[in-house]
């Protein structure tokens, strides 16, 4: 294994932005940058070892610094919408930043995506660490946060955050990788998905959880079987069309538990290649890039605590209390050929 680093642009201010590369003994590797630890890059080999990058991200570096679809980007405080961007916690009311209408997404303005984190090299990958302030973004409690990448000669990565605070506050963090393993910026359309899941939070038009839970058997959102995103992402079904495709969250297991289960499966046929993800999180939010500026070429699967999870109290917590400690972590594993097993589970 080989970590390498180096200083790729700079921001405004004239803060060095690096980027750190990772590469196993095969010759795959994946990349990194400080600028909202982010996964940038991720080189993978198809059935014949050809190596692509299946990633989503940009041509121009610099481009991160300005970018608004959250690429690879770490995202917190809290991934996803929060109503009326506030809640309260022991009676008090906490008004957060409204960056979506009258709610809060991934963060808000103050975002965990819109930070220089500090960083070191691990043997077999890199840790980013950042202090969020008390007040950040409107969020109660100062918050020393970790999140470890590690790559191994298996071609998984794993993704673990930590966290720690000084006073009772909402946590969720989240990876916001866009996955085409076709290694192209072609349309996902023709790749084939598995959610080990039978049921989504059901939502509003503005993407807010209703509080219910919808069963997928027989609907656009069944992938409870291998099949192809194409078949039913453009269906008539109102919440595709609000969604531009699928933004929905899939439930894992309903309370929170350290136990590691399997998210979903991915297949490209051309290619050959596969991904499989792994999270001890309660939800994966499967998001097919609706309102990407390319729709439907990337697919991100955001393993979290369900969204809006603050309005819920039937939602499995995750409100971090003075001395826990927050630490989740997903893997993702890529492969060659598909998994025949995953079309009957």
Known sequence: MKVLHWIETYTESGSPILKFRVINNAGAYVEFTNWGARWIAAV??????VLANVL????????YLH???????????????????????????????????????????????????QWEELADGVRFFLISPNGDGGYPGTIHVVTDYRFNDENELSVMHYAQTDCSTYLNITNHAYFNLSGTKTKITKHYLRVFSDRILD?????????????????????????????????????????????HCYVLKEESSPELLKAAYLFEPETGRSLTVLTDLPGVLIYTAGYYK?????????????????????FPSCLLHLGETYKHYTIFRFGKGIDEKYKYE
């Open 44 to 49: 993978i080999p198809d059935v014949n070892n």
């Open 67 to 117: 970018d608004e679809y959250y690429m690879g980007a770490t995202i917190g405080r809290v991934a996803n919408r929060i109503a009326n961007a506030s809640f309260t916690i022991d009676g008090k009311t906490y008004l957060l930043e409204a960056n979506d209408g009258l709610n809060t997404n991934h963060g808000g303005y103050s975002g965990f995506h819109n930070r220089i984190w």
């Open 56 to 63: 989503i991200g940009y041509g121009q570096f610099a481009d």
């Open 294 to 314: 390319y729709p439907d070429t990337g697919i991100c699967f955001e393993t979290q605590f369900y969204p809006d999870t603050p309005s819920h109290s039937n």
């Open 203 to 247: 939502t509003t038009p503005e993407f807010l959880p209703t509080g219910r839970l919808n069963r997928v058997r027989n609907t656009p959102f069944d992938f409870t079987y291998l099949k192809q995103i194409g078949k039913s992402i453009y269906s008539d079904d109102e919440q595709i069309r609000w969604n531009k495709g699928y933004n």
